[in-house]
Each structure stands twice: as structure tokens, then as C-alpha cells.
């Protein structure tokens, strides 16, 4: 039970996490360097598209992993499949939308705990659901 209370805080947190590019998306930026622009995006689409698309993407990474969270305490079947597809999108999303973190460390740390999560939660299957007490 402590180690489902432990990952469902976890997957809670790195979900609250996105909001820095929510909020990047909405034009509040508290750091110099930041940008809710992708300059790959940018090639193609005017800067209100690539805000917007930016903007539902990093929405959608913070719900996916609050869902999951929740999921795992609630607990629901799809809590798995919430959390390794928000972190494979999450992913994306932060190759994308680089600029809109408001640190390196930020950033580095950010994609270590997506791939955890995606070989971990994915390809390993850990934890088991007889460990979390499902």
C-alpha cells in the first residue's frame, strides 16, 4: 500500500510539473528564456496555432498523469496505460516545447521520469499489481 501511495504522489507531481508549459502557453513567464513557441512547429503553423497546440498538449500530459495518479489510488484497471501514455506524449511534447521550462534541471529532470515511468510501467511491467495491492 505504501508503495502505491508513493507512485500515485509521484505521478500526481510530475502531472502538476506541466503546468510550467501551461502557463509559458498563456504568455505568464517568471524567467527570462522561456517560450511558449516550438521553433520546430514554427516552420509550419503561425505563432497562435503553435501557442494553442503547445498549450493542449502540455494540458493533456498534466491530466493524463493526474488521472493516473488518481486511478492508482481510486484504483482503476487503466492507471498503467494513463501513465506510460501521458509520459511517451509528455515526451513529445517536451522535444516540441523545450523553451517553455524554466530550468535546465527542470527539463533533464523531467525526461528521466518519463522514461522511468516508460520502462518501469511499460516494457518491465514494475511494479506488479500483487506489490501495489491491487
Do not use: K
Not at 520546430?40 to 503561425?46: G, K, M, Q, Y
Amino acid at each position: 500500500m505504501l508503495l502505491r501511495l508513493i507512485l500515485a504522489l509521484a505521478l500526481l507531481a510530475h502531472g502538476a510539473g506541466h503546468i510550467m508549459g501551461i502557463l509559458a502557453g498563456l504568455g505568464l513567464r517568471w524567467q527570462a528564456g522561456t517560450s511558449p513557441q516550438s521553433r520546430l512547429l514554427a516552420r509550419f503553423v503561425n505563432d497562435g496555432l503553435n501557442r494553442t497546440i503547445g498549450t493542449w498538449l502540455w494540458m493533456s500530459c498534466l491530466a493524463g498523469f493526474v488521472m493516473a495518479g488518481a486511478g492508482l489510488i481510486a484504483p482503476i484497471d487503466q492507471w498503467r496505460s494513463l501513465a506510460t501514455s501521458s509520459a511517451a506524449i509528455s515526451l513529445v511534447t517536451m522535444g516540441l516545447y523545450w523553451e517553455s521550462f524554466y530550468s535546465r534541471s527542470s527539463r533533464l529532470w523531467a525526461v528521466i521520469l518519463d522514461l522511468a515511468i516508460l520502462l518501469a510501467l511499460g516494457l518491465a511491467g514494475w511494479p506488479t499489481d500483487a506489490a501495489l495491492g491491487l
